[in-house]
């Protein structure tokens, strides 16, 4: 059985999905943090980048989100596109720091059982664990079911639903659909064209692919947009969502482990993980035990921590060397079982010429070290001012609520500062300070390491 933990704090929310008594994978959401896949937006077309081939579409974001031809229209790519137009499009990707968001002209709506697809007619089979009976059955039901000007496509959620209930969920989408339209026709580009969800609700829906058999939220504002969201949305999960306080003390020492650079291996060795731009590295060190259970518990571990910090995109495993062929069958194996439960369905390449065990995840969320972290000036990573400003909004929450009533300074670096004062963190102070009914004082102190923060009474 799954459960879904999300821990909420000013400004942002950390979600834990748990299986077999295990952290599978760790998710944070933040305010107001910029496009996010599923998001529709009534974009501008900037300008046409033939020689890529791609265009550029302003979404309201701080650069112009990406849209390359084969995300554009199908089998027409960038033709009948004009810079000037406005273009009902999808995020795809999320931004990352050298890449712009990527979107698409191709919507498709999740939904409880289905998905759809307005606009492009027929029905697709997508699921992975379904026999071949119960494809076709699915199928005849979604082609009863779909209008001429819709399609559909089926996943593994679909399974052993009834012609009702499939009919029900295409109805729902429909009426979402018809909203989003409705919007669009309302709208000055660029236009976001459904409501913001708040980070808590934004980490439960991203889970819904395979949804978690409980969903504990420790906020109850939050709590209740979740639940809200469900009734609109995926109203038989409602029943799975509970009100539990405190998750986050109880999250924080899975968010460090997370986040090390280093993980011990039972029996012996280590991995070490590294992103970069081009791809995620990840090193066994075999500290002095036998190659071959070291390599295969790396391989176990390595699929976990690929899962867990969300990485993606080319990912690079450099096994402990093994000169016999059938030990790397073994590993190989052993990885691709481990990797077998991953919902973002990871593709093993297999063994590079110089020892390496390649594969390719896909990407579109950004992975925890991109969200939290930047190159410093010595090339090594650091917090970003938000990561460090959000851990001291949730500092100076857990000393308001210890001392009511106080007036509290923060002492921090003066970037740190900036970003409470005006910048990405400071809707979060503002309703920090609406909550308790008086001022956060800032002190900004020249010098001050950027990681290091004070709290005390002002």
């Given at each position: 059985?799954?459960?879904?933990?999300?821990a909420?704090?000013?400004?942002?929310?950390?979600?834990?999905?748990?299986?077999?008594?295990?952290?599978?994978?760790?998710?944070?959401?933040?305010?107001?943090?910029?496009?996010?896949?599923?998001?529709?937006?009534?974009?501008?077309?900037?300008?046409?980048?033939?020689?890529?081939?791609?265009?550029?579409?302003?979404?309201?974001?701080?650069?112009?989100?990406?849209?390359?031809?084969e995300?554009?229209?199908?089998?027409?790519?960038?033709?009948?596109?004009?810079?000037?137009?406005?273009v009902?499009?999808?995020?795809?990707?999320?931004?990352?720091a050298?890449?712009?968001?990527?979107?698409?002209?191709?919507?498709?709506?999740?939904?409880?059982?289905?998905?759809?697809?307005?606009?492009?007619?027929?029905?697709?089979l997508?699921?992975?664990?379904?026999?071949?009976?119960?494809?076709?059955?699915l199928?005849?039901?979604?082609?009863?079911?779909?209008?001429?000007?819709?399609?559909f496509?089926?996943?593994?959620?679909?399974?052993?639903?009834?012609?009702?209930?499939?009919?029900?969920?295409?109805?729902?989408?429909?009426?979402?659909?018809?909203?989003?339209?409705?919007?669009?026709?309302?709208?000055?580009?660029?236009?976001?064209?459904?409501?913001?969800?708040?980070?808590?609700?934004?980490?439960?829906?991203?889970?819904?692919?395979?949804?978690?058999?409980?969903?504990?939220?420790?906020?109850?504002?939050?709590?209740?947009?979740?639940?809200?969201?469900?009734?609109?949305?995926?109203?038989?999960?409602?029943?799975?969502?509970?009100?539990?306080?405190?998750?986050?003390?109880?999250?924080?020492?899975?968010?460090?482990?997370?986040?090390?650079?280093?993980?011990?291996?039972?029996?012996g060795?280590?991995?070490?993980?590294?992103?970069?731009?081009?791809?995620?590295?990840?090193?066994?060190?075999?500290?002095?035990?036998?190659?071959?259970?070291?390599n295969?518990?790396?391989?176990?571990?390595?699929?976990?921590?690929?899962?867990?910090?969300?990485?993606?995109?080319?990912?690079?495993?450099?096994?402990?060397?093994?000169?016999?062929?059938?030990?790397?069958?073994?590993?190989?194996?052993?990885?691709?079982a481990?990797?077998?439960?991953?919902p973002?369905?990871?593709?093993?390449?297999?063994w590079?010429?110089?020892?390496?065990?390649?594969?390719?995840?896909?990407?579109?969320?950004?992975?925890?070290?991109?969200?939290?972290?930047?190159?410093?000036?010595?090339?090594?990573?650091?917090?970003?001012?938000?990561?460090?400003?959000?851990?001291a909004?949730?500092?100076?929450?857990?000393?308001?609520?210890?001392?009511?009533?106080?007036?509290?300074?923060?002492?921090?670096?003066?970037?740190v500062?900036?970003?409470?004062?005006?910048?990405?963190?400071?809707?979060?102070?503002?309703?920090?300070?609406?909550?308790?009914?008086?001022?956060?004082?800032?002190?900004?102190?020249?010098g001050?390491?950027r990681?290091?923060?004070?709290?005390?009474?002002?």
């Open positions: 059985m799954s459960t879904l933990s999300i909420v704090s000013p400004g942002e929310a950390w979600g834990a999905l748990e299986e077999e008594g295990a952290i599978v994978e760790l998710r944070v959401a933040r305010a107001g943090g910029g496009a996010r896949p599923g998001a529709l937006y009534l974009g501008r077309i900037v300008a046409l980048r033939p020689e890529l081939p791609a265009a550029l579409v302003e979404i309201g974001e701080d650069r112009a989100a990406f849209l390359s031809a995300d554009a229209q199908p089998r027409k790519g960038l033709a009948g596109l004009a810079e000037g137009a406005a009902l499009v999808q995020v795809k990707k999320e931004a990352r050298d890449k712009a968001t990527g979107v698409t002209l191709r919507p498709l709506l999740e939904g409880a059982l289905v998905d759809l697809r307005p606009r492009r007619a027929g029905v697709s997508r699921a992975r664990h379904i026999d071949e009976a119960e494809r076709q059955r199928a005849a039901a979604l082609a009863r079911i779909a209008r001429a000007d819709e399609g496509d089926i996943g593994d959620r679909a399974a052993g639903a009834s012609e009702d209930a499939l009919a029900d969920d295409a109805a729902a989408l429909r009426a979402r659909w018809q909203a989003i339209d409705a919007a669009r026709a309302r709208a000055t580009p660029p236009a976001r064209l459904e409501p913001e969800a708040g980070p808590a609700t934004e980490i439960m829906a991203a889970f819904f692919a395979a949804p978690p058999a409980r969903i504990a939220i420790d906020d109850r504002a939050a709590f209740a947009e979740a639940r809200a969201w469900l009734l609109r949305h995926r109203p038989a999960l409602v029943t799975v969502l509970e009100y539990r306080a405190a998750l986050g003390e109880d999250m924080a020492a899975q968010i460090e482990a997370a986040l090390a650079p280093r993980v011990t291996l039972p029996g060795g280590a991995l070490a993980i590294e992103t970069t731009a081009a791809a995620a590295m990840i090193d066994v060190d075999s500290g002095g035990a036998p190659a071959l259970g070291v295969l518990a790396a391989a176990r571990e390595a699929a976990r921590q690929i899962r867990l910090r969300n990485l993606a995109g080319p990912i690079v495993i450099d096994f402990i060397a093994m000169r016999k062929p059938h030990e790397r069958d073994q590993v190989r194996a052993a990885l691709a481990a990797l077998a439960p991953d973002a369905a990871p593709q093993l390449l297999g590079t010429r110089l020892g390496h065990i390649e594969l390719m995840r896909p990407r579109r969320h950004a992975a925890l070290e991109e969200v939290l972290f930047e190159r410093g000036a010595d090339g090594g990573r650091i917090k970003t001012a938000l990561t460090v400003a959000l851990e909004l949730k500092a100076a929450a857990r000393a308001a609520d210890a001392a009511p009533g106080a007036a509290l300074r923060l002492s921090l670096a003066p970037e500062a900036s970003c409470l004062q005006d910048g990405a963190a400071a809707a979060a102070r503002r309703a920090l300070e609406a909550r308790w009914g008086r001022a956060l004082r800032l002190r900004p102190e020249p001050r390491p990681a290091l923060f004070d709290i005390a009474p002002a």
